[in-house]
């Protein structure tokens, strides 16, 4: 399978159309906005596990 090649050029919500998924960020000093994240409703535990810290956003 070919993989896309999404391009610069595309804005966070063309590439999140392409891609699909869900675009989240933990509240972590450190933390850096995960794209296609799996889905809102795992993002706290995400958060907690991976960074120990809670959603900033999720959509």
Same mark, same amino acid.
């Given at each position: 399978? /070919? /993989? +896309? $090649?999404? &391009?610069?050029? +595309?804005?966070? $919500?063309? =590439?999140?159309?392409?891609? &699909? &998924? @869900?675009?989240? +960020? %933990? $509240? @972590?000093?450190?933390? =850096?906005?995960? #794209? $296609?994240?799996?889905?809102?409703?795992?993002?706290?535990? #995400?958060? @907690?596990? @991976? =960074? &120990?810290?809670?959603?900033? #956003? %999720? #959509?």
């Amino acid at each position: 399978m /070919k /993989k +896309l $090649n999404l &391009g610069s050029e +595309l804005s966070k $919500n063309e =590439q999140k159309k392409v891609t &699909g &998924g @869900a675009t989240l +960020l %933990c $509240n @972590a000093s450190w933390s =850096q906005v995960v #794209y $296609n994240f799996p889905s809102c409703s795992m993002a706290a535990t #995400y958060c @907690a596990a @991976a =960074q &120990g810290s809670t959603v900033n #956003y %999720c #959509y």
